[in-house]
């Protein structure tokens, strides 16, 4: 039986496992980071280790999870260490990277999160927790009054546990101890991150004590970032591929692609590592970065899901050697790119064609299910805000309708063949309740999701050319199924 990863196997690595070029010892923690998945493994903590190596200073990371247990059982016993393993055409590499000190597991320690937000040395708290974790009603700018997290943090706000009720419990306790607050650095998918957070956290402040949310107006810096690099959930794969790198095993390994961005805005009054160090960019304003990745990427990468789930492609690059899809894959990159404002030095054709390669890395198995999940917070911002833009500016309309009919195919729940499968939603019941009684009915099923509140702009939604290209390709689907109807769009 081999041993395991941790700081006493580090010397007897074999030599082409890179690892820290710093005791990480010596460095204490200046990040408490929220969502502790493969995503910020894969992404942040890489950054953060390369400022570590290049740059030093107290800038570790301590994580929080706010419901599973695995990743604090995983990395606690192994000192944080865990091993990147990046996958491209040219071969596999690995790399312990060394920035994560420990891991607080919420349902372990109930007051530990607290803690750690109110230390003194706290100076950065980061999250990716996924678009539905914030409890924002992104339409109105204010809290989801409906989101269990919400609900249950404004009851009682001082054993807060959602993902706002923290960050306003942590800054509330560093006030009262005339600590500064922490700079708050949103690193999910949503456009505007850090205005998003920064709004909904003010409204629910706002709502326990009116002094305190215009005290995190005006002291609390929330830059917006965007982040990029395709990281499908690990596997048994994952950790066997770690071990055979390393010699040891490694319970917290993950596997990406060798592509990575990080587009940042520079405001941190409270400090911040030297991300550029690991090749993170600060610009003055990230929106258009931001828009960019989630129509292009996401937005296509949603398109991919929905019609590869149901076509019977399990990965994203199956979906890529399937020639209709892929060529809708261009035409929907093509079509979002369109929707963009101009952007300096970046041409967008190039960024569709290296994005198409990603797509199609051979050694990347990125499941179709997996990128399907929280579709109703995944289409407002990857599909329905460059298909309004379309609509606006006279643009093509079709590759967007096309990826909106897909999913409302997928809302079914049910594949041409009849096998089930959990749509994996938070707004599942409202899909199914709203879908209850309407049948197959095409322009029914259009009616009924395209009126759940938030998901379409209504101007979208009410137009009739939008309508009619929806309830067409989507009555194509039902009647053909997926995989025909897909082959008949691609010579459309
Ligand atoms: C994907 C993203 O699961 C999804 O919805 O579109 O996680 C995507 O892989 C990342 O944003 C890439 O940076």
Redesign the pocket.
Same mark, same amino acid.
């Given at each position: 039986m081999s041993g395991r990863l941790g700081i006493a196997a580090l010397a007897g690595l074999p030599a082409a496992v890179a690892r820290p070029a710093y005791d990480p010892a010596r460095f204490g923690a200046g990040i408490v980071h929220i969502g502790l998945g493969a995503?910020h493994r894969a992404h942040q903590a890489v950054y953060t280790d390369a400022a570590l190596a290049e740059a030093g200073g107290g800038w570790r990371i301590d994580g929080i999870s706010l419901r599973s247990t695995e990743i604090a059982d995983a990395l606690n016993p192994q000192d944080g260490l865990y091993t990147l393993i990046e996958r491209g055409e040219e071969g596999v590499s690995a790399r312990v990277i060394g920035s994560i000190r420990k891991v607080i597991a919420a349902a372990h320690d109930r007051q530990a999160p607290l803690t750690a937000l109110a230390a003194p040395e706290t100076r950065i708290v980061s999250l990716t927790v996924t678009e539905k974790a914030y409890g924002i009603d992104r339409a109105e700018g204010t809290v989801d009054a409906a989101h269990p997290a919400i609900i249950a943090d404004l009851a009682d706000p001082r054993a807060a546990q959602g993902v706002l009720g923290l960050l306003a419990e942590g800054l509330r306790l560093r006030k009262e101890r005339g600590l500064q607050p922490f700079t708050v650095l949103c690193c999910d998918?949503l456009p505007d991150n850090g205005h998003l957070v920064r709004t909904g956290l003010i409204d629910l402040a706002r709502r326990l004590d009116p002094a305190f949310a215009d005290w995190i107006g005006e002291h609390v810096a929330f830059p917006s970032t965007m982040?990029?690099?395709?990281?499908p959930a690990p596997t048994d794969d994952t950790l066997a591929e770690a071990e055979r790198q390393l010699g040891v095993r490694d319970l917290a390994a993950i596997e990406t692609e060798p592509f990575s961005?990080w587009v940042i805005e520079d405001r941190f009054p409270t400090g911040r590592p030297e991300w550029e160090r690991g090749g993170a960019i600060f610009v003055e304003d990230v929106a258009p970065y931001e828009a960019m990745?989630l129509r292009m990427?996401?937005g296509t !990468?949603?398109m991919i899901?929905y019609a590869g789930y149901l076509s019977g492609h399990r990965y994203v690059r199956d979906v890529m050697a399937d020639a209709a899809l892929a060529k809708l894959v261009h035409r929907h990159l093509k079509a979002a790119a369109a929707t963009l404002a101009p952007l300096e030095g970046i041409d967008t054709g190039d960024y569709a064609e290296a994005l198409a390669r990603r797509f199609a890395n051979p050694a990347i198995a !990125?499941e179709t299910y997996?990128?399907a999940?929280?579709g109703t917070e995944?289409l407002p911002q990857?599909i329905a805000a460059p298909a309004l833009h379309a609509l606006q500016h006279g643009q093509d309309l079709r590759p967007f309708a096309f990826a909106v009919a897909a999913w409302m195919r997928y809302c079914l729940g049910r594949t041409d063949d009849g096998a089930g499968y959990a749509l994996r939603d938070p707004r599942e019941e409202a899909i199914g309740g709203a879908l209850a009684g309407v049948g197959k009915d095409a322009r029914g099923m259009v009616r009924a999701l395209s009126a759940l509140p938030g998901v379409f702009p209504v101007e979208l939604a009410r137009n009739e050319r939008w309508d009619d290209f929806v309830a067409n390709i989507l009555s194509e689907m039902l009647a053909k199924g997926m995989m025909h109807a897909a082959k008949e769009e691609a010579l459309s």
């Open positions: 995503f998918n982040v990029d690099r395709i990281t961005q990745k990427l996401n !990468h949603s899901a !990125h997996q990128i999940m929280d995944k990857r």
